[in-house]
């Protein structure tokens, strides 16, 4: 979607005449639906083209020189800050990126690709968000990949002083500046002789023409990319029924012309992520439009990791997209959506979503939709992933449904039978291991101390396993405005034992789970769902307690922190417990090797003593 589209020579009548700033806030109203714009970026607005208007007609390009402003990436919430279309000195037909910021500071980090700055605090370098751009319409637009078109990038600071040294232009910096040049304030005849060297011959028009209209659906060099690391990557080898599963649905997938809606119902342990993942890769190799979905951002983050092996993500990372995407989407945009982590789409209360059902919406959107679906995993009121509703909006759209069980376990060494004993002891279901497990290949202890919990967790992080603390939602999350951006708040604490630790760091965010300094920082469901580690500690709050009495868990309201998971619970104390006791069972089943426990409720704790006969335990 293009929000503002012309001439280089009507771009500087609209800049000379200051009407640039009003025609872009009213384009960008009836584009998305807008009611008003927020002061900030329309005050950009006027400061930024000001500038681009000095530079694009200062730097001589020709008249019929094409402009593009915030133009929104297909299929993505992105928007380009300004394109210039043209021919350069030889006549090859091109395009040049340019992300505009208003920055006048920001300083280094150790992380590849991200800056800090004192407003947003760790963000993405101005050059990779031009480069990331760039390799999106030249991975993903038809009309580009499929033709001649060059496709240039680069990111001009127009407020910010260049410093000596330049924190922007760190050595860590190094080559993604060489794939998108970073121009300042001072530097305006630089970027100028940019433009006139690769757009600077003219007849742009067409080639606007070509990147609003071409089709978007991944080009045979990405799909080469993703399969070979998918094929070559022993983390997504399938296993026994994971193979017959896989083999099952891409089947599916690939024959016949109507709607389809394929289940694949599993839980902890059972490969969901493992067989999505090599659909995903399978259906791009038979030249199908598939994209992986999945609503939880740090389980994307890390599956993300684990398919790169931590390397270059962007070329990758928009074959992965969040589930509140589609609500506008065409009907059969997409050949297949694969959705893993089914369990966690939202209804209309979702924080940010615009539309009103994404199970619908990702039906509608697609010709073929896969749902991975563990119901055991539903932790808050607007997750409405469940099979009755994947089976409803199915019928609503005349799609064929088929659906496919997972049984077998791969995490906890095989233990299914602890998988089956949490959710006994939990009341989550009622199953033959009531008082324990058979083998004795996964190690599960009760201390009586937080600060012993947190002392095994770093000795199996020291020895190289992947070990992480992880808690209930019991304890407040103080805000990043008041100076927790990066876990400096210690808000998980229990003064009994002088033990407190602080929640995972916002500025790591979503890689949480891979990030080094994990270790000594607490996540939550919402940072770990999903994912596995070899060893977790598990602190279990006051938002769960036994009544000994009536023989039954329960929560009490205040003790529970999740504003949004207990929202319109406030008068249903049995629903809210229900949640809090599965946000618990997800926890339990997050290690493959072991899992510590620490209760600060004693009765509760009590119960899973008596409860456990097993002898290693």
């Keep these: ?200 011959k003219g007849k742009g028009e067409d080639i606007l023409y070509r990147i609003e209209n071409g089709n978007i659906r991944p080009s045979k060099k990405l799909i080469d990319h993703v399969t070979g690391l998918i094929e070559g990557n022993a983390e997504f080898t399938l296993l026994d029924e994971q193979k017959l599963a896989f083999e099952s649905a891409k089947e599916l997938a690939l024959s016949g012309s109507g709607k389809k809606v394929i289940i694949i119902n599993g839980g902890p342990g059972t490969g969901k992520s493992v067989i999505s993942m090599n659909l995903l890769g399978s259906l791009l190799k038979h030249n199908k439009n598939a994209i992986f979905v999945a609503p939880n951002a740090a389980f994307r983050e890390v599956m993300l990791s684990r398919l790169t092996e931590n390397k270059n993500t962007s070329r990758v990372k928009h ?9 506008a989407s065409k009907k059969n945009t997409f050949d297949v959506i694969v959705v893993d982590e089914a369990h966690r789409l939202k209804n209309e209360n979702a924080f940010m979503y615009k539309g009103k059902n994404q199970v619908e919406d990702i039906v509608n959107a697609a010709r073929v939709s896969i749902f991975f679906v563990d119901e055991k995993q539903i932790i808050r009121p607007d997750d409405i992933g469940t099979l009755a509703e994947i089976k409803r909006v199915a019928a609503l759209h005349q799609a064929e449904v088929s659906e496919f069980n997972l049984k077998a376990q791969f995490r906890c060494s095989g233990a299914e039978g602890f998988i089956n004993w949490v959710d006994d002891v939990l009341d989550i279901d009622q199953t033959a291991n009531y008082d324990g497990w058979d083998g004795d290949d996964f190690e599960f202890r009760i201390v009586d101390d937080p600060n012993a919990l947190k002392s095994e967790i770093d000795k199996k992080a020291q020895e190289g396993y992947k070990a992480r603390m992880l808690a209930g939602y019991a304890w407040e999350w103080t805000p990043a405005n008041q100076g927790n951006a990066n876990a400096q708040v210690e808000d998980v604490k229990i003064p009994e034992h002088q033990f407190q630790m602080p929640w995972n760091s916002r500025s790591v965010g979503t890689t949480w789970a891979v990030d080094a300094e994990g270790v000594d920082q607490i996540g939550c469901v919402h940072t770990s769902q999903g994912l596995e580690f070899d060893y977790v500690g598990i602190i279990i709050g006051k938002d769960l307690r036994y009544d000994a009495a009536t023989r039954k868990y329960f929560t009490v309201w205040n003790d529970y922190k999740d504003a949004k998971g207990k929202q319109g619970l406030s008068k249903r104390p049995e629903d809210l417990n229900k949640l809090v006791r599965q946000i618990y069972r997800i926890l339990f089943t997050r290690g493959m090797k072991g899992c510590y426990v620490y209760f600060m409720n004693k009765e509760a704790e009590e119960v899973f003593k008596t409860r456990l006969n097993h002898s290693k335990s």
């Design 319 to 327: 074959l992965l997209k969040g589930s509140a995407a589609f609500y």
């Design 1 to 200: 979607m293009i929000v503002y589209k012309n001439t280089a020579k009507g771009f500087i009548t609209d800049v000379e005449t200051n009407k640039i700033s009003s025609r872009i806030k009213e384009s960008v109203i009836n584009a998305f639906g807008w009611n008003k714009i927020k002061a900030n970026e329309e005050a950009s607005w006027t400061n930024s083209m000001q500038f681009m208007g000095n530079v694009i007609r200062r730097a001589a390009i020709a008249d019929d020189c094409g402009v593009l402003i915030e133009y929104n990436l297909p299929s993505t919430s992105l928007r380009v800050d300004f394109i210039v279309t043209g021919h350069d000195e030889t006549g090859k037909p091109s395009f040049i990126i340019i992300e505009l910021k208003q920055w006048t500071s920001a300083s280094s980090t150790m992380k590849d690709g991200i800056v800090h700055t004192d407003y947003y605090g760790n963000t993405t370098h101005p050059s990779y968000q031009a480069y990331s751009y760039k390799l999106y319409l030249k991975d993903y637009n038809e009309s580009i990949y499929n033709s001649s078109i060059q496709a240039f990038s680069c990111a001009y600071l127009h407020n910010y002083t260049e410093k000596r040294p330049e924190p922007l232009k760190a050595e860590i910096y190094s080559s993604i500046i060489k794939e998108a040049p970073i121009y300042f304030r001072d530097d305006q005849l630089q970027l100028e002789e940019f433009l006139k060297i690769y757009v600077g």
